[in-house]
């Protein structure tokens, strides 16, 4: 997640048998629309991926850090320490399906324009490329919030930072964004005519600044990639295949949907078809633009995307500050992962 500044087999198997700070205000950037002949270069590469780190299970909350500092989103939230966060039941594992739970506090009162708990965490390891793959059952819904999954470099922007999954009150699709801070190029290429991936793009320049942040964006069309629509599908899979000489692709799989290579604990990313977002190294410099990041898994409340006219346009009721106080808004509030895994 995050803007503003920056920023999955059977949930009920275990996989072997399934098998920063910054973020930003994405509101500005639902205005734009594009592509490139560049399918060839991102998915080219007939390359079986090896499993390098698995996120999963008791052993999930040993290799992430939980964010405690104030939101840099402004959002209305108090993040939680991990002991907090796991005494008040905001974040825990459970034992009878080995997911991952992340929630929003959903008990306690709040006022208006108060601060409700939340958790963000980010994780202890930095990647300069690779696989990058969540399986969630659940994210969290409902008006005011914003959850995401997102991968940062130090000193935003000037490491990147890449957006796998994100959006805000009841928005129906997942949007995908990059962000970039160097003068080296970073843009989706225009072409008439678009075979590189399915999506609709949203803005067409990476360039990123604290006061200008939106990115170059693409908007998922299938109404299963976020909400209430990948909750009532069961969830699926978010994958980010980060290939510095290719570019940078992202897909999303509903639950029924997941290819048997990445059931197996096997994924060739040539095979699945085209991505749902493609930004391609041939218009992006992406060594120098994305290096060292880590991951971060989050859920804000209202903020300078979720909380802004986003929110008068959603449908949601009243003022964001105001459900705040709606305890019971939160109870679906809250990430199930089932895991999270990085192959090379």
């Known amino acids: 997640m995050m803007h503003t500044f920056s920023k999955l087999l059977l949930a009920a198997l275990p996989f072997t048998t399934l098998v920063g700070a910054y973020h930003h205000d994405h509101s500005g950037s639902r205005r ?24 999963q299970g008791e052993d999930f909350f040993n290799e992430w850090d939980f964010f405690t500092g104030t939101d840099p989103t402004g959002g209305n939230v108090d993040y939680q320490s991990q002991s907090d966060a796991q005494s008040k039941g905001l974040a825990y594992v459970d034992g009878c399906d080995n997911s991952t739970v992340l929630a929003v506090d959903s008990t306690s009162t709040v006022p208006a ?8 965490i980010t994780s202890q390891k930095s990647y300069n490329g690779g696989l990058f793959v969540i399986d969630a059952s659940n994210m969290p819904v409902g008006c005011s919030t914003w959850p995401s999954f997102w991968t940062v470099g130090p000193n935003w922007p000037l490491a990147g ?37 399915t999506g609709q793009v949203l803005g067409s320049d990476c360039y990123s600044t604290q006061s200008a942040d939106a990115g170059c ?67 992006c410099d992406i060594s120098a633009n994305f290096y060292d990041h880590q991951m971060v ?12 006219s986003a929110y008068s346009k959603s449908g949601c009721p009243g003022t964001c500050t105001d459900m705040i106080a709606n305890a019971t808004n939160y109870v679906d509030a809250k990430w199930v992962i089932n895991y999270v895994a990085v192959y090379q």
């Not at 801070?181 to 008439?192: H, L, P, Q």
């Not at 964006?217 to 909400?227: K, L, Q, V």
């Not at 629509?229 to 069961?234: D, I, V």
Request: some cysteine; aromatic content about 10%; hydrophobic content about 30%.
């Open 297 to 308: 898994i989050d859920t804000t409340l209202c903020g300078n995307w979720a909380g802004g």
């Open 32 to 55: 734009h629309h594009r592509a490139t002949s560049a399918r060839s270069i991102s998915l080219s590469s007939n390359k079986t991926y090896l499993i390098q780190d698995l996120y």
């Open 217 to 283: 964006g693409i908007e998922d069309t299938d109404t299963r990639s976020f909400g209430y629509g990948f909750n009532n599908a069961q969830g699926g899979v978010f994958a980010l295949l980060w290939d510095t000489a290719a570019g940078m692709s992202m897909w999303h799989f509903a639950r029924a949907d997941i290819p048997a290579d990445l059931a197996a604990q096997k994924p060739n990313p040539s095979t699945w078809g085209t991505p749902a977002g493609f930004w391609s190294a041939q218009s």
């Open 113 to 120: 324009g108060g601060n409700r708990d939340s958790v963000r």
């Open 161 to 197: 930072e890449i957006d796998i999954i994100e959006g805000v009150n009841d928005q129906d699709t997942n949007q995908m964004t990059l962000h970039s801070g160097t003068n080296a190029t970073c843009t989706i290429e225009k072409t008439s005519g678009n075979s590189t991936y």
